[in-house]
């Protein structure tokens, strides 16, 4: 059964990096076939899509976030990562990680079918 | 940038049919997806590629699309459907996902 378990600081002060991982248990991130994702949802608001890591290592960004957005695989340990830069209170959120579907097709499509639990990350001085 | 659009509250007493609409330009030509989330929860994929219904999702589940509109149905609503859910699909050029900003779903 596939689980998904993020790990990392929950309190970055404003200015500093966010570090988070993505443990994943029951697939395999460099030859499962599938993509991997960050998505956030800041306390009380919808989902926002942050980017994605293929097993080849490509990296896709959301047009909002990328010039502060950077997503890597440590495939020995079956874990990806985010690292967020420059963060401030808008980027409180909790922060998931989950496992992209992508439907075969002649038109790209993706879909989140896997999920962690959220770990809420709080930027405050 | 691209956006799918949904309405911010739906309320349905219980036993009776729930619908929630999400609007889109790009929905004609590309997949919308549903997911449920309650409260403290992770999102939970309810409704793919338009209309199938993952395994362990109840019937009373269901999805359509009609031109630039897809809708969510929850036939039958029990207590335990309260929650928010969000519509996603991808823009046009399938280059990134977007989501909706989630309907909030009241049992009364």
């Known amino acids: 059964q596939l689980q998904l378990q993020e790990s990392g600081s929950g309190l970055v002060k404003p200015s500093q990096t966010l570090s988070l991982t993505c443990a994943v248990s029951g697939d395999s991130i460099s030859s499962g076939g599938h993509p991997w994702t960050w998505i956030r949802q800041p306390p009380g608001k919808g989902l926002e899509w942050i980017g994605f890591?293929?097993?080849?290592?490509?990296?896709y960004y959301s047009p909002s976030l990328q010039s502060r957005v950077h997503i890597s695989m440590d495939r020995s340990r079956n874990q990806f990562s985010l690292k967020l830069t420059s963060v401030t209170a808008a980027d409180t959120a909790v922060y998931y990680c989950?496992?992209?579907?992508?439907?075969?097709?002649?038109?790209?499509?993706?879909?989140?079918?896997?999920w962690g639990r959220g770990t809420l990350v709080t930027v405050s001085s | 940038s691209y956006k799918v659009t949904q309405p911010p509250s739906v309320s349905v007493s219980p036993g009776q049919t729930a619908r929630i609409t999400c609007s889109g330009d790009?929905?004609?030509?590309?997949?919308a997806y549903w997911y449920q989330q309650k409260p403290g929860q992770a999102p939970v994929l309810v409704i793919y590629?338009?209309?199938e219904r993952p395994s362990g999702v109840p019937e009373r589940f269901s999805g359509s699309s009609s031109g630039t509109t897809v809708t969510l149905t929850i036939s039958g609503i029990q207590a335990e459907d309260e929650a928010d859910y969000y519509c996603q699909s991808t823009d046009s050029s399938g280059t990134y996902p977007v989501f909706g900003g989630g309907t909030k779903l009241t049992v009364l």
């Open positions: 890591i293929y097993q080849s290592g490509n990296t």
């Open positions: 790009a929905l004609p030509k590309q997949f």
């Open positions: 590629e338009d209309s």
């Open positions: 989950a496992r992209v579907r992508v439907p075969p097709g002649s038109v790209v499509s993706y879909y989140f079918d896997s």
